[in-house]
């Protein structure tokens, strides 16, 4: 199997996810409410937005690969290793831990592939997923410190 086979598949993967961990995103970011609804919809959007270019950029690595990036939603249903909800009725700490778990999911399905890659020695997808995984490792303590 070609390293650009093994790295299509996993950036395909992460890119699923990460269009799932948006979706997740937005609705928390235009549903929350509360005494702390201007921090956390600030949080979210930051959040968002760093995400919607991620997957632009996941999209793009996986045709630098030579492949098609997948792109509907059945196509992100069957790859995704989160779900498409959370659960808003709840108090706030309680829905910020429900995003932190899938953010959690996110960056272990990003460590995940890049141990995978290595075995390829496609560097450039390697270099591509360490800067990923950094910021959004940084993005998981980001959600973590607004729980009381």
Known sequence: ????????????????????????????????????????????????????????????RIRTCGYEAPASFPEFEKMTKIKTSLILNKNADEVIAQLLKNWEIFVEVIKESIEAIKKTDDEGTLAFLTDIVQSHEKNYWLIQSHLS
């Open 1 to 60: 199997m070609k390293k650009q086979t093994i790295s299509s598949e996993h950036l395909s993967i992460i890119l699923a996810t990460a269009y799932t961990l948006h979706l997740n995103t937005q609705k928390f970011h235009w549903n929350i409410s509360g005494s702390n609804f201007h921090p956390l919809h600030q949080l979210s959007e930051t959040l968002y937005r760093e995400l919607a270019e991620n997957i632009d950029q996941l999209a793009e």
